[in-house]
């Protein structure tokens, strides 16, 4: 492993551990404030998460468009973005998808797995399972459709 | 502080987060593409598993510290939602290519209009969820 590499792996590490801090500070990590958040019809209703979104892009925005205008990042020969533009019936159905799962539970990805951390919560095991399941579950069902369609071009 | 601070300091950590590592790495800090890029190792996986091991240290910290500024009364779900929910969020976010920090924190960051669309579609299926849920709940 070249020094370039092990300097990426301990900018990743570094990344991560702050995006769980920041997770466990804004609240993301209560699927309760969540559930407050997106329950409208509640008379207290709690609109502060918002200010998650407003203090992440704020930072992230500026960066994102100064980073549009660099070839490469710091450690890397290229850049490693999503090269996906197209808004197709995948992204639509899997957001569909996503966010009723988000309303049901109150966790979403991140904060599912940081709350594995207290371990008091069996909520965020069974969660993060289903959720590693569903993930597999989509693998082949893509496989399978790719299969179909090689086989109707066949 | 008021709630509505922490979730911003919180916010604003999760914007140095995900900027050190696209400004760095040069990579995207979604949270579900890192978990499936994973689990099925792929190639370049290496930064992505220290990636999740450092969110898992990070949780770990703030369990151990006691920080917990926003107090919430705990919700009980039953493991037959708990279970659906994971399962509709896994297939989701692997078949819309993100979540909540992909689309809505890196993909709007840089004006992607596919990830505008994934924000939205999903923000309005979680309100109607959680608000119908409720509605009904209270109507029992």
Avoid at chain 2, 51 to 59: D, K, R, S, T, V
């Amino acid at each position: 492993m070249n020094k370039q590499t092990k300097y990426q792996l301990l900018t990743a590490g570094i990344s991560g551990f702050l995006f769980a801090l920041g997770l466990g500070i804004s609240g993301m990590t209560l699927p309760q404030k969540i559930i407050g958040f997106l329950d409208v019809s509640s008379a207290n209703w709690d609109p502060s998460l918002l200010f998650v979104m407003i203090g992440a892009l704020a930072i992230h925005a500026p960066v994102s468009l100064w980073m549009k205008k660099k070839s490469h990042p710091l450690l890397d020969q290229q850049m490693h973005l999503p090269t996906k533009t197209k808004i197709d019936s995948s992204i639509v159905i899997g957001a569909v998808l996503f966010g009723l799962g988000w309303g049901i539970a109150g966790f979403c990805p991140g904060p599912a797995l940081v709350s594995m951390t207290q371990f008091s919560k069996a909520s965020s095991f069974i969660f993060v399972a289903a959720m590693v399941l569903g993930i597999v579950a989509h693998h082949y069902f893509q496989k399978s459709k790719e299969k179909q369609k090689n086989s109707q071009a066949s | 502080m008021s709630p509505w601070m922490w979730s911003l300091v919180g916010g604003l950590m999760i914007g140095i987060s995900a900027s050190i590592l696209l400004v760095f790495n040069g990579r995207v800090s979604g949270i579900s593409g890192i978990l499936n890029n994973t689990i099925f190792f792929k190639h370049d996986s290496p930064w992505r598993a220290v990636f999740l091991g450092g969110l898992l240290l990070g949780g770990l910290v703030l369990h151990l510290s006691g920080f917990n500024p926003l107090e919430a009364e705990p919700i009980y779900k039953d493991h037959e939602n708990l279970v659906l929910a994971g399962l509709l969020v896994g297939f989701g976010t692997a078949l819309g290519s993100g979540c909540t920090s992909g689309h809505g924190i890196c993909g709007l960051s840089r004006g992607s209009p596919r990830s505008l669309m994934a924000v939205v579609v999903f923000m309005l299926s979680g309100f109607l969820i959680a608000t119908l849920t409720s509605v009904v709940m209270r109507s029992l």
